[in-house]
């Protein structure tokens, strides 16, 4: 509770001005509306064709997908909640803050899970469709978001042994370090992360390295996964950056106090935003078939959209 209230006083000190306040609100939401309209499209593309939800691989897409957009719209819930109302209760934000940690774990170990499956497929063709199932593809995302729970549900059941009942009823400005104060919370986030970081990267590394081995037969599909992997390391590469956020944060408070705010801010943009819109690129671009489908879709919605289609259709009806 100690480390409570200094945060806050931190950030009263820190805090925008209203103009900055409203042109930093309204980068996020911009961004964050373009992106999930994107995965909209990625989504209902997916849920009309049974050639993808037959697939473990578009299963384990378009769950990053949904992940993403989930997570994208809590963190900027509680980007307006704290711009315009300050603080709120803690047992609100501990929910809030609770579900933004479920899915941003969820997003390197999904994409570890799709570059292991990336590479049964490429190294292992004749066996994928026995390992590589929808039932296995399904009991994955399971665990994926059980390993998340069990991660991060630990730090509320702390918090509910070490603070009184009133701090639950009180009202804070909503971050992980307010919302779970206990320093050992800190300690166990440190060591989860870096068990995650050395399982996920392994995965990738591993993947990747068989798929260059095999890239060098000449095997077109086997040059395309290796590129898909790099895409893939990129991209966890911002995923990971989540678990080194709090040591850059606690740097740039140190080295450009003046500037602490604005490093909230970056840091969001590049840690929780950026990696979000590289998947639609990975699969609803890269992706031949997922590609022809979408197109597919976008072009119904172009033709419905205009006067002259919609009469031509009533005539032939």
């Known amino acids: 509770m100690n480390s409570s209230p200094a945060n806050i006083t931190a950030v009263i000190q820190y805090r925008d001005s209203f103009t900055k306040a409203v042109v930093k609100n309204m980068i996020v939401v911009v961004l964050s509306i373009s992106i999930n309209y994107i995965n909209v499209g990625l989504i209902h593309t997916f849920c009309k064709h049974q050639i993808f939800y037959m697939n473990p691989r578009y299963i384990l897409f378009i769950h990053l997908v949904v992940n993403d957009m989930l997570q994208m719209i809590v963190t900027i819930t509680l980007i307006l909640i704290i711009y315009i109302f300050y603080r709120i209760n803690v047992s609100i934000c501990c929910v809030l803050i ?81 919302a779970f104060p206990n320093p050992q ?60 956020e709090p040591l850059v944060k606690s740097a740039l408070k140190k080295w450009l106090p003046e500037y602490y705010a604005d490093s909230l801010f970056a840091c969001y943009i590049v840690i929780q935003v950026l990696p979000r819109s590289i998947s639609p690129i990975i699969y609803g671009v890269r992706d031949n078939t997922f590609r022809r489908y979408l197109k597919r879709h976008m072009l119904c919605q172009f033709r419905k959209q ?7 259709h009533a005539e032939h009806t």
């Open 98 to 178: 609770l579900l933004a940690i479920f899915t941003s774990e969820n997003t390197p170990l999904n994409l570890a899970c799709m570059a292991v499956e990336c590479y049964i497929a490429i190294c292992m063709p004749l066996r994928h469709t026995q390992i590589c199932t929808v039932k296995r593809a399904v009991l994955l995302i399971g665990l994926i978001w059980m390993t998340s729970v069990i991660s991060g549900l630990p730090d509320l059941f702390i918090t509910m042994a070490t603070q009184p009942l009133s701090f639950f009823q009180s009202r804070v400005f909503c971050m992980r370090e307010t």
């Open 185 to 244: 919370i800190t300690k166990k986030r440190d060591i989860t992360y870096m068990v995650y970081l050395i399982i996920v990267w392994l995965a990738i590394f591993y993947t990747y390295l068989l798929i260059l081995l095999t890239a060098k037969t000449a095997n077109k599909d086997a040059k395309k996964a290796q590129k898909t992997i790099l895409l893939h390391g990129f991209q966890l590469l911002l995923c990971m950056t989540t678990y080194v």
């Open 306 to 312: 205009k006067p002259g289609h919609q009469w031509i």
